[in-house]
């Protein structure tokens, strides 16, 4: 049956931050300066991007938290969704998080150290206002999901963790391929077929896109995914 | 003068940003309770979240009861997503829940495919298309089965829904006209305008 359906597939900016400054890593390790916030998210305003996920790649590891001035800056001046990760480990992180202005949240480490803590948010918040950041790394014939930075293993095998995330409420999954993280090298194919199997809320696949095109490209051949993420595509044409 | 109610869950902040950028030379206020309202006193309904929990607050804050009695009195009112999901008569989400009732028809799940549905589309009005705007939503209007007058509509994976409902004193909102870039808070800074100088 061919259902019309006028929803756009997505292109959402990953800008990655420390200290305030967006910064890049490379499968999620040694991470270089690029340039300030505000510049970085108007150069992918002017590649036509209308959405964004600003995450703090170093909270989790270092117990910090995202900085709520330079966020509130941000949320003052950019009239397009923006999904804030990285830190949020209480529901208190997240209370201060959406009365700045936040659209939704992005969780992982939180929910290892708290597996109730998707579930308080999406009670007050919704649903639609919690996205799951799952990390994921192939080793040995398996993928393995991780959390705090690709430095640690969640328990859960990838199908079960899919399950308990979104039985406690999640309404979108980040699927990030550490192995292809600012790698330039492509999506990872193999990935986005597995998640796709195991999921029933809308999936974000993030990792190794090149170009706008190259997203464009995986969006249309992937007609149930929701959307792609570029980072690398936007830092190699500043 | 426009009113906003301080609510916990909502996204009251990017509505109250948008504004604040917007220049509309009318001032706003949040209002924890609800002040004296006067027939051309605004009241914007922002709401993110559970349905039951909305209303549940605006009903311990007492906006609920000062709603009804502005819409009575021909008040004007603009409801963004579960504010504009509220106006209509019940929601699956939430059963018991107490809806306004100020249009027909009910709130339903989407659950046709992949839920919630994220993403800018295209949007209609009777005649024309008025723009792409940002949706995320769970629930939503079936435009097939309800259609008030002055619907504008959409089409998503799960079939052809309500993006909102224009008329001269109330307005609703599925999407998000604050997150919707330059062009999305023209646009609602044209709805306030026009509902305000009616």
């Known amino acids: 049956m061919n259902i019309k359906n006028n929803i756009k597939k997505r292109i959402v900016g990953k800008i990655e931050i420390k200290n305030n400054f967006v910064v890049k890593g490379r499968r999620m390790e040694g991470v270089r300066k690029i340039s300030s916030i505000p510049y970085f998210i108007n150069k992918h305003i002017n590649s036509g991007i209308k959405e964004f996920c600003v995450h703090d790649v170093v909270a989790s590891l270092y117990n910090t938290q995202i900085d709520l001035v330079t966020l ?30 936040a659209e939704k949240l992005c969780i992982n480490t ?129 | 003068m426009i009113y906003i109610p301080h609510l916990q869950s909502g996204n009251i902040k990017s509505v109250t940003n948008a504004i604040s950028h917007m220049e509309l030379g009318i001032n706003f206020e949040l209002h924890k309770n609800p002040p004296d309202l006067t027939r051309n006193d605004l009241i914007i309904l922002p709401g993110v979240g ?71 589309a295209n949007v209609n009005n009777e005649a024309d298309d008025i723009g792409e705007f940002y949706f995320v939503h769970s629930y939503g209007v079936n435009a097939i089965k309800n259609s008030p007058k002055g619907s504008l509509r959409y089409h998503n994976m799960h079939g052809e829904y309500l993006a909102g409902v224009v008329t001269k004193n109330i307005c609703g909102f599925q999407f998000h006209p604050e997150k919707s870039g330059p062009a999305g808070l023209q646009y609602l800074k044209n709805i306030i305008l026009g509902v305000i100088n009616d």
């Open chain 1, 72 to 101: 509130n800056q941000t949320f003052s001046n950019i009239f397009y969704p923006i999904t804030v990760g990285g830190g949020i480990h209480t529901i208190e992180h997240a209370h201060n998080l959406f009365k700045i202005g």
């Open chain 1, 110 to 238: 939180g929910f290892a150290r708290d597996n109730k803590l998707i579930n308080k948010i999406a009670k007050i918040y919704g649903s639609q206002a919690v996205s799951f950041a799952l990390d994921v790394r192939f080793i040995s014939n398996d993928f393995y999901c991780f959390f705090e930075t690709a430095r640690e293993t969640h328990e859960e095998s990838i199908e079960n963790l899919i399950k308990k995330t979104q039985d406690a409420g999640i309404g979108e999954i980040i699927l990030t391929s550490i192995d292809r993280d600012g790698t330039n090298k492509g999506a990872d194919i193999r990935l986005i077929e597995e998640i796709l199997q195991h999921t029933s809320v809308p999936v974000l696949y993030s990792g190794g896109i090149q170009s706008i095109q190259d997203a464009e490209a995986i969006n249309s051949i992937y007609s149930e995914l929701s959307g792609v993420c570029v980072n690398s595509a936007i830092i190699n044409n500043l």
């Open chain 2, 50 to 120: 559970d349905i039951g929990n909305f209303i549940n607050e605006l009903k311990e804050l007492f906006w609920y009861e000062s709603i009804i009695k502005h819409y009575k009195n021909n008040g004007k009112l603009i409801g963004i997503c579960v504010g504009f999901q509220s106006f209509f008569s019940k929601s699956e989400e939430d059963e018991n829940v107490d809806c306004f009732d100020f249009f027909e028809g009910t709130v339903e799940r989407m659950n046709k495919g992949r839920s919630p549905v994220i993403g800018f």
